[in-house]
């Protein structure tokens, strides 16, 4: 079975302060890596996936994640985060084959200015 | 285009009524996922739809929950006999084919059981 796990239920950071949400996922096959992002009172939306090749993958609001094999790893950074970055941040795998997400708790990211 | 939507946003209703759940996924994706999001239980998967069949139903947390796909498009998630521990968000998502791993989420229906 797979399963995912989000090392911080809540983080809070200062307005332009670089930022990292962890994502440890545990797994005996190989699998895809997805983060999803929720803002406030919206619906859960894709911020940017690993399905293969390069394993520093980028979203176009300035989100990366690394796929780490040996660590089993797929934490979510930024160099430099804004207000409008407030939000809910899920990390989930699908098995090869599989379509079917697995979630993380989610870790509540608060930008202050 | 219109995206995944969901109807209603939102639903109270007294323990031991039966509830519906729409969903309209997005125009042409074949693929249809059922998620619920708790407090206690965060985000977890329910049943996938490939087409009208079920090949994935193994989410689902009792046979109080049932749900259908017709037309390879609207889906419904039936609860019946509702428990207070069923309140939760429901959210839908669809994909343009099986194997593809990008899912459109709609805005959730927030049920309520009293």
């Known amino acids: 079975a797979q399963s995912v796990t989000q090392l911080d239920s809540q983080v809070p950071v200062f307005e332009e302060a670089p930022v990292e949400l962890r994502c440890n996922y545990s797994?005996?096959?190989?699998?895809?890596l997805f983060w999803y992002v929720q803002y406030p009172n919206q619906g859960l939306q894709l911020l940017l996936k690993?399905?293969?090749?390069?394993?520093l993958v980028e979203s176009i609001n300035g989100f990366e994640a690394e796929f780490n094999k040996s660590q089993t790893s797929f934490h979510l950074r930024k160099p430099s985060v804004h207000i409008s970055d407030t939000a809910e941040y899920f990390c989930?795998?699908?098995?090869?084959?599989?379509?079917?997400?697995?979630f993380g708790a989610g870790t509540r990211l608060a930008v202050h200015p | 285009g219109a995206g995944v939507s969901q109807s209603p946003s939102n639903k109270v209703t007294e323990k031991g009524k039966d509830v519906e759940l729409r969903c309209d996924p997005i125009?042409?994706?074949?693929?249809l996922y059922w998620y619920r999001q708790s407090l206690g239980q965060g985000l977890e998967f329910l049943i996938y739809?490939?087409?009208?069949?079920?090949?994935?139903k193994s989410g689902l947390p009792s046979d109080r929950f049932s749900a259908e796909r017709t037309g390879g498009s609207v889906s419904t998630l039936t609860i019946q006999r509702t428990q207070q521990e069923d309140s939760a968000v429901y959210l839908c998502?669809?994909?343009?084919?099986?194997?593809?791993?990008?899912?459109?989420f709609g805005p959730g229906t927030r049920l309520t059981v009293t």
């Open positions: 998502a669809s994909s343009f084919t099986q194997s593809s791993y990008e899912q459109y």
């Open positions: 797994s005996s096959v190989s699998v895809y």
């Open positions: 690993y399905l293969s090749g390069s394993t």
């Open positions: 989930a795998v699908s098995v090869r084959g599989y379509n079917k997400l697995i």
């Open positions: 125009s042409g994706h074949t693929a």
């Open positions: 739809f490939q087409g009208n069949s079920a090949p994935d």
